[in-house]
């Protein structure tokens, strides 16, 4: 997208996006393109390669490759993205050859004692030397794992890629947070290319909303308040968030939008937690709370849902704050409100997340009760919606209370149920101990 075309804070910034990209692109010598970025610029990189994955929205002549495997197994990630690779060609078949291409493309059979790095640099460098005349100058993985829970292993990986001499036509794309870069040893290598995305979101998003006008008007002035408390929230800038939170409330309690104060009071407790400030976050997600029902009292159907919202968060906020009798308290007062807005997913995490708070406080009793609410729930659901839900960590936890002697007895029953529902005997979760599952979305 040429500069000269951009006409809006978006498109300028993708235009940026692909200045930058070219630069590397040009770069003969260079294999990998770590882009260093902030959290608000995440998904602008996400955006700038959808654009140029598409085949007639794209500027570029390199075909772009969005990977988000999580990152589990460092001798077998190159394995994993190969595999998805080759599974997402299958459906382009069919569509390349009607285009007029050919459609007989198979990766190249992996050797023996092929490293997993060799492997898929092999099956890249086959796919654009197939495709060469797509035209493909390029053929670039963007690796975006979902998750990477050892950012050493994660490093060492990309030193064995970079050592694999992948030629110069199979490019890669990784992200590193610019406030906390994890990446510096990988970038000192020369087929590396560090550059600064520096895309200023906060300055884009106060533009489109000015652009957008009304601000004379309630909706515009509101709309303006809380673009300025994200802002400052994301700059620790309490006073500021503050000030804009103030404001966007007031404009709501004045035309009755009590459904507009949860997200502004939420947004200020998040701003409060980061600080550490917990006993300010506690009270504006009780505001929340307050908020929301006075919205269900005033008709707004989305009452529940705001309610369950400012709940979860605020149970995340005393769970912080390790005050774990609050916390399982309000996770459970919960439950109803989840029930009715989500029979399953957050119905069960809030049984679970009860639990959790109960064994923190050593009440076992209620813990174990808790834990078998939420493991009832995910007894009732569809298989694929058990893989996608957080039933593993109800049945870790269950098993953590199976150590003490009075519940040593479940253990084997636990254990035996939970290879039951997750049709697997490698159930366990890989991640951390107890994340919470995502809030509802406020509409």
């Known amino acids: 997208m040429p500069s000269s075309r951009a006409s809006n804070p978006i498109e300028q910034r993708l235009a940026v996006l692909h200045d930058q990209w070219t630069e590397f692109a040009q770069d003969d010598d260079a294999r990998v393109l770590r882009w260093l970025v902030a959290r608000d610029e995440v998904r602008m990189i996400e955006t700038f390669v959808e654009v140029e994955g598409h085949q007639k929205a794209g500027s570029t002549p390199d075909v772009f490759l969005l990977f988000r495997n999580?990152?589990?197994?460092?001798?077998?990630?190159?394995?994993?993205?190969r595999e998805e690779l080759v599974a997402g060609y299958e459906p382009m078949r069919a569509s390349l050859i009607e285009d007029g291409f050919d459609g007989s493309w198979l990766p190249p059979a992996a050797g023996p004692r092929a490293t997993d790095v060799e492997v898929l640099r092999d099956t890249g460098a086959s796919f654009r030397e197939h495709y060469a005349a797509l035209p493909m100058a390029h053929l670039v993985l963007v690796l975006l794992p979902q998750h990477a829970d050892d950012p050493s292993a994660w490093v060492q990986w990309l030193d064995r890629w970079i050592a694999s001499a992948p030629p110069k036509h199979l490019r890669m794309i990784v992200l590193d947070d610019v406030d906390a870069p994890i990446l510096d040893t990988v970038a000192e290598h020369?087929?590396?290319?560090?550059?600064?995305?520096?895309?200023?979101?906060?300055?884009?998003i106060r533009a489109i909303v000015q652009k957008a006008g009304h601000q004379d008007k309630p909706g515009g002035a509101y709309r303006l308040a809380y673009v300025d408390l994200a802002q400052a929230a994301g700059r620790g800038d309490l006073v500021r968030a503050k000030s804009a939170a103030d404001k966007a409330t007031a404009v709501a309690m004045r035309e009755g939008w009590h459904y507009l104060v949860v997200p502004a009071k939420l947004a200020l407790a998040s701003a409060y937690l980061q600080a550490q400030q917990l006993p300010d976050a506690i009270a504006a997600c009780r505001e929340a709370d307050q908020a929301g029902a006075?919205?269900?009292?005033?008709?707004?159907?989305?009452?529940?849902?705001?309610?369950?919202?400012?709940?979860?968060?605020?149970?995340?906020?005393?769970?912080?704050?390790?005050?774990?009798?609050?916390?399982?308290?309000?996770?459970?007062?919960?439950?109803?409100?989840?029930?009715?807005?989500?029979?399953?997913?957050?119905?069960?995490?809030?049984?679970?997340?009860?639990?959790?708070?109960?064994?923190?406080?050593?009440?076992?009793?209620?813990?174990?009760?808790?834990?078998?609410?939420?493991?009832?729930?995910?007894?009732?659901?569809?298989?694929?919606?058990?893989?996608?839900?957080?039933?593993?960590?109800?049945?870790?936890g269950l098993l953590r209370i199976t150590a003490r002697r009075d519940y040593a007895s479940q253990a084997r029953t636990i254990e035996l149920k939970m290879v039951e529902l997750l049709g697997t005997e490698d159930w366990r979760p890989k991640g951390p101990a107890h994340p919470p599952y995502p809030p509802p979305p406020m509409a």
């Open 70 to 81: 999580p990152f589990e197994n460092p001798l077998a990630h190159g394995y994993v993205v």
């Open 190 to 204: 020369p087929a590396v290319t560090s550059i600064k995305a520096d895309l200023d979101m906060p300055r884009a």
């Open 294 to 396: 006075a919205a269900h009292e005033a008709g707004d159907d989305n009452g529940p849902r705001l309610r369950l919202h400012s709940q979860l968060t605020l149970g995340a906020t005393l769970l912080s704050s390790r005050m774990y009798p609050q916390a399982a308290t309000v996770y459970e007062n919960a439950v109803p409100l989840a029930q009715e807005v989500d029979p399953e997913l957050l119905y069960m995490e809030c049984w679970r997340m009860a639990a959790y708070c109960h064994e923190a406080d050593a009440q076992w009793p209620r813990a174990w009760s808790c834990g078998l609410e939420a493991l009832g729930i995910g007894q009732h659901m569809e298989p694929t919606a058990r893989r996608g839900s957080t039933l593993a960590y109800v049945g870790e």
